[in-house]
């Protein structure tokens, strides 16, 4: 009777199991594995805020970087069961150039109306990799994620302004971070009919490293078409936001960066 029963359960749980993998098939909505490549046409803008200088110094949300500029970025994101998988992304600005400055500076609590020009060396490079699960229909499909963001962000900023009866003032700062953050990731994914898909995307880090802290957000909202069943194109809007500060002894450094713009992909699924 025990053996019997046994038997039973063992038979249940095989045509369980035959059962499930029967139906855990890929949803229509995601590929197996899936590449973009392509450019960027980022509309961007940074301003930097540095404070408690030398001499009582304090200079607020000067406007460093300032244009637009096309980037290349790449995607690729690969199934490892047919709902989980991951995804790596990345990306890379890269300006030099000078604003005048826009704001006034003030020196011991007086605040002097200048002339003068910032310049600035920035570079800055953003990269996530992410294990993703995906809950829904067959073709409609929301994503969650986690995983790790590398940032790495340089910048050297030199002034020259002319500050009212206290002279022409002279400064230069690099500054530079980099390392890797803890990354949140939303998704979504809807199969129009065999060529057309749409789909929208987001994440964000923070970091804390000692005397330096920030945050990066990002997020893309886009369609593709796909003439041919492995080949196609895809255009995205997209926005990012970043934040930085840095804390030492004779002065506190903030950069705000923001930018946003269309990209076209060439893309592959498999």
């Known amino acids: 009777m025990q053996t019997h029963r046994s038997h039973q359960l063992l038979g249940l749980a095989a045509a369980l199991a035959l059962t499930g993998a029967a139906h855990a098939e890929r949803p229509a909505a995601l590929d197996r594995v899936g590449i973009w490549l392509g450019g960027y046409d980022m509309d961007y803008e940074a301003t930097a805020d540095?404070?408690?200088?030398?001499?009582?110094?304090?200079?607020k949300d000067?406007?460093?970087?300032?244009?637009?500029?096309?980037?290349?970025?790449?995607?690729?994101?690969?199934?490892?069961m047919?709902?989980?998988g991951f995804s790596v992304d990345y990306y890379q600005l890269r300006n030099k150039g000078g604003?005048?400055?826009?704001?006034?500076?003030?020196?011991?609590?007086?605040?002097?109306?200048?002339?003068?020009?910032?310049?600035?060396?920035?570079?800055l490079e953003v990269g996530n990799f992410s294990y993703?699960?995906?809950?829904?229909?067959?073709?409609?499909?929301?994503?969650?994620?986690?995983?790790?963001?590398?940032?790495?962000l340089s910048t050297t900023l030199s002034a020259r302004a002319s500050v009212g009866p206290l002279g022409t003032y002279d400064y230069v700062t690099k500054e530079s971070a980099s390392g890797w953050a803890p990354l949140l990731t939303l998704g979504w994914r809807s199969q129009i009919n065999e060529q057309w898909r749409v789909y929208a995307d987001a994440s964000g880090a923070r970091y804390n490293n000692?005397?330096?802290?920030?945050?990066?957000?990002?997020?893309?909202?886009?369609?593709?078409?796909?003439?041919?069943?492995?080949?196609?194109?895809?255009?995205?809007?997209?926005v990012a936001r970043i934040r930085y500060k840095r804390v030492e002894d004779d002065y506190t450094a903030r950069l705000n960066v923001k930018f946003d713009g269309p990209a076209v992909f060439l893309r592959l699924r498999y």
Do not use: C, M
Request: aromatic share 10%; net charge neutral.
């Open 132 to 152: 993703r699960w995906w809950l829904g229909e067959d073709a409609h499909l929301f994503g969650i994620g986690v995983g790790a963001q590398h940032y790495s």
């Open 99 to 123: 604003n005048t400055i826009s704001e006034p500076i003030t020196a011991n609590g007086t605040t002097y109306d200048i002339g003068g020009e910032v310049r600035h060396d920035t570079k």
């Open 50 to 59: 540095i404070q408690n200088l030398p001499g009582g110094l304090s200079v």
């Open 210 to 238: 000692g005397d330096q802290r920030g945050s990066i957000v990002n997020a893309a909202v886009g369609v593709e078409y796909f003439p041919w069943k492995n080949l196609g194109v895809g255009a995205e809007y997209g």
């Open 82 to 84: 047919d709902r989980q």
């Open 62 to 80: 000067q406007k460093i970087l300032d244009g637009s500029k096309v980037v290349k970025r790449a995607r690729i994101d690969w199934l490892i």
